[in-house]
């Protein structure tokens, strides 16, 4: 018989203890063990709870415990996670997390933790929600170096745009609406629409990808709250969809670049039909070629069904793999892992006469022009072309509102 | 360092050498330990090779030698690589193999074998080449209950109908360009185009999600040669396209239905967009609900990447990914594991006036007419009302040329 803690007895913390239990028989039988939940620390009150003798309100009462053998949080955050992560694995518990913010910022100095004390640290849930990802990825890619990694990893954003190209309907709305179902919070919804959670989790594939932690704050982020209706109906005459999307890739030389921006997908692209909720993650390996992980991100019992795939893999495999699922430290630098290379872009400008437009972004073609904006598709033009016609917008009196870059294979 | 030996030096074989070369360094990190291949088996001659000296042609050779930890099994067929295979397991090495019509022959017993003898039999290769499937969906899917897997797994007939669909292509046409590509065999297609391939697939990822050995004799199989072009049009005036899917299901009594078939699949569908030699599968969990693998199915370094990872899942974790990866044996059975469900069904009936056709197949929309021929979308059928509405086609004196149902969600 295992016994695990949970801590943090919140939606996937639940989710955990109710999967455990709806599927006992065969998380007990892929464990080679029955798998029960001995403690869960909250500190809020659940003495009218089913199982109110469970909790405790202390992490010494649960590492005083030599039974226990893994430690899931479910907490959030970093503030009381990572001193709470850092005491268990340094006490000889595997850890399990669902925790993206603690991975994309202490990930590298926990893996070296968990592999010194001959522990499991695993957090298949912090990127895709339930949807396998990080597994694949280390596991069944072993045989592969991997170029370039780049997806839809954050739901929110992906039902808004979905909703927007669906209904003909404005950022504001679909925030919403968003909003009432639970997707998006309702007090500040930046984390999802201005990109940091999709930021976060591209920094944690990154880091498996090539090796060595990548911080979110290196990552050039922009979200989706400059997109119309209108940019989603010119894109769809550019046989394209808008979509954030979150990228990382090593170019020959080694250097590594990442990024999380809405860009043009273009339709036959397969990232371009995942729509509402969903997740996708595409990455490249030198021997397979592309492949796709794709499912519903987010909700309880998703991610906490990857989770107790987790505690499986600790149980089982212990610190073993390590020697797969690892990434040297690195320390965070000034500045930004930009792509330097040269794309076509889609850009909206106001205020100037869209005549103007190819003296200013090179050759392409207009796509919209209703007197006050216009939308152009440069061909080929590079961010330091970007920065230089927004030079001259700015000098000519006008402003540029957006720059969609385009996607391509 | 470990040595391993490679059973067949074909298309696969040569691969996993090149790969193991190729990423050494990566495969050494993860594995633990270098990976070196010390003997291949092949009864051709190799004098000639640059690693001539590696080359055997008894089996025996091998398996004398205590240094061998793992036999990758790369021959093909049952005849030889199922007495080989079982030799090695019961020898006590891991076997690895991309061997479909192995595993969906005997895949119980050499499961059992393998647990028996404490080593590991793996097979991530045999469905979806390179693509990795098998080990998300028992390793990341540990704490689901598996309800449904289908796809698209065969790459040869998934290229025809996109071939067919896009460039408005006969069979024969397509089936012509896809062997002059070397998609599909010269002297007998029919493996792929007929669907005994994609049975075989179908049969491994059911017994995987389901527990018991399906055998393909039990698994109602057809092929797409009678798929025309004016089928794939109207199917795109249905808002579909025809795609080759293999799928297995059990339902809330525990009954499984499994089956290889043409069928309608509405655009929507994830499964639509997956074209050219593309193949994907969508796995249906209990928590975690649908989650889709998707890539470029076969290939020399594809296939041999998956077979690669999976020599360094054995020599990292030998047996005990048996307490996941297995099934129990069974007997096949005489008649077949078909779906009594009703569903709506495309029929295309030769020879009778299409005005008949609601009193033969109920409610539902005339599609085409073309005076010899008529095809209908009936809303709702089973197998049953189907095989009743082709009795009294035949007795009217035409004959039913295609019934393809529709994927539904």
Request: aromatic share 6%.
């Amino acid at each position: 018989m295992a016994k695990i803690a949970i801590l943090g007895f919140g939606t996937v913390g639940g989710g955990v203890l109710e999967v455990l239990r709806r599927n006992a028989a065969g998380v007990s039988r892929r464990a080679g063990e029955p798998v029960e939940v001995k403690y869960i620390l909250d500190i809020r009150d659940f003495s009218a709870h089913p199982d109110a003798a469970l909790f405790v309100k202390d992490l010494d009462t649960i590492l005083a415990d030599k039974e226990v053998s893994v430690v899931v949080e479910t907490i959030g955050g970093t503030k009381f996670a990572y001193p709470y992560v850092r005491k268990a694995l340094d006490s000889g518990r595997s850890v399990v997390t669902s925790n993206k913010e603690l991975v994309a910022t202490h990930g590298a100095e926990l893996l070296a933790l968990a592999k010194e004390r001959g522990v499991a640290f695993l957090f298949e849930a912090s990127v895709g929600g339930g949807t396998p990802v990080i597994t694949p990825m280390h596991q069944c890619l072993a045989a592969n170096v991997i170029d370039r990694v780049q997806g839809i990893v954050n739901g929110t954003t992906n039902f808004m745009l979905t909703k927007m190209a669906r209904e003909n309907m404005g950022f504001d709305q679909a925030l919403k609406i968003a909003q009432e179902l639970g997707y998006a919070e309702t007090k500040d919804p930046g984390d999802d629409v201005d990109g940091p959670d999709a930021c976060r989790k591209i920094a944690i594939l990154a880091s498996i990808a090539f090796g060595r932690h990548f911080y979110p704050k290196n990552i050039p982020t922009r979200g989706i709250r400059p997109i119309t209706v209108g940019d989603i109906a010119a894109a769809a005459r550019l046989d394209c969809v808008i979509k954030l999307i979150a990228w990382a890739k090593r170019d020959d030389e080694g250097r590594v670049t990442a990024g999380v921006e809405p860009m043009l997908v273009p339709k036959s692209n397969q990232l371009a039909g995942v729509d509402d909720v969903f997740n996708a993650v595409l990455v490249k390996g030198d021997m397979l070629g592309d492949v796709v992980f794709y499912g519903k991100g987010a909700g309880r019992l998703p991610t906490a069904s990857a989770v107790v795939a987790d505690v499986i893999d600790a149980l089982k495999n212990g610190a073993a793999v390590h020697d797969s699922l690892f990434w040297q430290p690195s320390e965070p630098f000034e500045g930004l892992l930009e792509d330097p290379t040269p794309a076509a872009c889609y850009v909206r400008v106001k205020g100037l006469p869209a005549t103007v437009l190819p003296a200013l972004y090179g050759e392409g073609e207009l796509v919209s022009d209703d007197g006050a904006e216009a939308a152009y598709l440069a061909s080929h033009i590079s961010p330091a072309g970007l920065a230089e016609a927004k030079r001259k917008v700015d000098a000519l009196g006008g402003s540029v509102r957006l720059v969609l870059r385009r996607l391509d294979d």
